[in-house]
Structures are given as structure tokens and as C-alpha cells.
């Protein structure tokens, strides 16, 4: 399957690659480079989502959330064997995007500055969050006001120059957005001090009525970490193996 994926979106000028996501139940993709959109890419989205590209300023975010809407319909419609024709992007009641004719494939999507990550899964929540790895001047005071104190502990004192206390920030930040993203919520909508899921936390961490697992890689230069539901975990796994039919 995972070749399928890759050929799939290489027939559309997308290089992508598949992230190992650790036995977690979800498939994930990185895409890092592709070609300008053309027909056949705006032929897989809804009016409304090409309503809301063209209403980005830059020309280069336009063609990024063009590639990536396309890129969602193609790794779905691969993986679980639903013509791109039966899919549709909606959002739910919190803004969370969704499929509205198959509301039990769950798909997040993340971008960063050299592409964009996909998951997707069937029959559990998850959210996905990418970041490239950089110097964050305030990231000491943004882990007092965000991190849980053992999040803190983990990370340690910065040194002066220090890219992994910069990696290990990261790590923690991109989770806590995978569970917020994987519960439909925002930063605005629970303090992130209270998700506390570490670096390379295995047991579930509550956020709001869900209980939620975390992994975490490094994929070039960027963090990726993802999250889902782990009450129903078996099933999705299960559910990952057989196509939709």
C-alpha cells in the first residue's frame, strides 16, 4: 500500500514519503515538494475549498492548500479504496475538518515551510502537527506558561547555543498540538499546561472527554508527532489492513 500511496501522489508531481508512526493505528505522509496545481489537482476539490485557497494572499499558500486538499483526497482514496468523487471536506462544529460522507475516516493535516503532513486513519480520532527544527529565543518562557512542570524538567536548563533543548521544545509542543488537533480543539479552548504528554510520555493523557497516545519523529529537519484515541485503538488497527468497500 505504501507504494501505491507514493505512485499515486508521484502521478501528480508530489514527492512524499511515509513517516513510521511506531504500531500506532494511522497512516502518515510527509509531502516535501511538488509542482505547480493545475486541472487535475482543483478537479479534486470542492468550490468552496478552492474558494478558500483563493482567498489566501500568497501565491505560494494558494498552491500549497491546493496540493495538500488533493494530496488528502488521493492518500484516502488509496488507502481506503473511496473514489476521490465520494469524498468531501467539511468541518465539524468546532472547526475541526472531517469527511462528511465518511465520518469514520478521520484524516489531520499540518504544514511547515518545506511541506505539509498527512494522517490518516479509520474508526479513531488522531491530529498530526510538524514543525521545523529552529532557534526559539523565548522558548524557556513559553515552556513556564505552556509545559506541565515535569515537561519542564525534561527539557532542562538552555545553554547558549543548543539545538536540542530547541528539538526537545519542539517535540513537547508539536504533541500537545497533535491532541489538541486530534480533540477538536483549540490553544484558546484548554490551557496547554494541562496536556501533559512529555517527549516520550507512552500512557494516555486526557484531553477534555478523550484519552490519547502521542508519538513523536524526526523526519530531516522537522519534528512530527501525532496523536489518537486509545479506548478503541485495536479496532482502528484492524480497520488500517481492510479497504473501505
Not at 30 to 58: F, K, T, V, Y
Not at 99 to 114: V, W
Not at 205 to 216: A, F, I, K, M, Y
Not at 220 to 237: C, D, T, Y
Amino acid at each position: 500500500m505504501t507504494d501505491v500511496v507514493i505512485q499515486a501522489l508521484d502521478n501528480l508531481g508530489m514527492t512524499a514519503c511515509a513517516i513510521d508512526t511506531l504500531g500506532a493505528p494511522l497512516a502518515l505522509w510527509m509531502i516535501s515538494n511538488w509542482s505547480r496545481p493545475d486541472l487535475r489537482h482543483r478537479a479534486l476539490l470542492s468550490a468552496a475549498e478552492l474558494e478558500r485557497a483563493g482567498q489566501l494572499r500568497a501565491a505560494q499558500l494558494r498552491d500549497r492548500y491546493v496540493m495538500a486538499h488533493a494530496a488528502c483526497y488521493l492518500v484516502v482514496g488509496t488507502t481506503f479504496a473511496i473514489p476521490s468523487r465520494l469524498q468531501r471536506i467539511g468541518y465539524g462544529d468546532r472547526g475541526k475538518p472531517m469527511f462528511i460522507f465518511h465520518p469514520d475516516i478521520q484524516f489531520s493535516l499540518s504544514y511547515c515551510d518545506e511541506g505539509f503532513v498527512i494522517g490518516v486513519a479509520r474508526n479513531v480520532i488522531i491530529g498530526v502537527d510538524v514543525e521545523r527544527v529552529r532557534t526559539i529565543e523565548d522558548a524557556a518562557e513559553l515552556a513556564e506558561l505552556h509545559y506541565a512542570p515535569s515537561e519542564r524538567n525534561a527539557l532542562g536548563v538552555r545553554q547558549l547555543v543548543d539545538t536540542d533543548y530547541d528539538c526537545r521544545f519542539l517535540q513537547v509542543w508539536t504533541r500537545k498540538e497533535a491532541c489538541l488537533k486530534a480533540a477538536g480543539l483549540g490553544i484558546a479552548d484548554m490551557p496547554l499546561a494541562e496536556i501533559d504528554c512529555g517527549t516520550a510520555r507512552t500512557d494516555p493523557v486526557r484531553v477534555g472527554p478523550h484519552q490519547l497516545r502521542t508519538g513523536t519523529t524526526q523526519v530531516g529537519p522537522n519534528v512530527v508527532s501525532w496523536a489518537w484515541e486509545s479506548r478503541n485503538e485495536i479496532a482502528a488497527q484492524a480497520a488500517m489492513c481492510v479497504p473501505a468497500g
